[in-house]
Every structure is written in structure tokens, then in C-alpha cells.
């Protein structure tokens, strides 16, 4: 794990995925938002980013590869 230098602690595994890093912000932020009202923009904002890159995962590039084998294979048995 490498320091990130901008703010002086380790940063995040690589292979972590994005949806992951706004999952776990938006934690974040919902704590600080209980206490600071001001937080209420970036909290929308991360739940929009998740909603977004959920859409995205599902009907991206992998999850239609996955629907064709899925019905590919599902002709196959029926023959």
C-alpha cells in the first residue's frame, strides 16, 4: 500500500472497485452530515455517483456479455 501524498495516509487498494470508494465515502460523509448540515450536497452528489456507477456495472460492456452467454446457454439446452 503507497502513501498518497496529497493526504499523508496510505491510499486505497488499487483493486478496489469505484463503486466501493463511493459506498464507503458516503459513509463518511453521512456521519459528518449528521453533525453539519453542510455536508448535505456532497451526500446527494455521492448517492447520484452510486446510483450511476450501479447503472453503469449493470448494463455495461460485462453484464451484457454475461446476458448473452446466459441466454446462449440456455438455447443450448433446449435443443
Known amino acids: 500500500m503507497s502513501i498518497d501524498p496529497r493526504i499523508n495516509r496510505p491510499s486505497a487498494c488499487s483493486c478496489e472497485s469505484d463503486l466501493a470508494r463511493l459506498q464507503a465515502a458516503l459513509q463518511v460523509v453521512a456521519r459528518l452530515l449528521l453533525d453539519d448540515l453542510a455536508y448535505v450536497p456532497l451526500f446527494e452528489r455521492l448517492e447520484e455517483d452510486i446510483r450511476q ?11 451484457r456479455a454475461r446476458a448473452l452467454l446466459a441466454r446462449t446457454e440456455v438455447d443450448l439446452k433446449t435443443r
Request: glycine share 10%.
Open 53 to 63: 456507477e450501479e447503472e453503469r456495472q449493470s448494463n455495461g460492456p460485462q453484464a
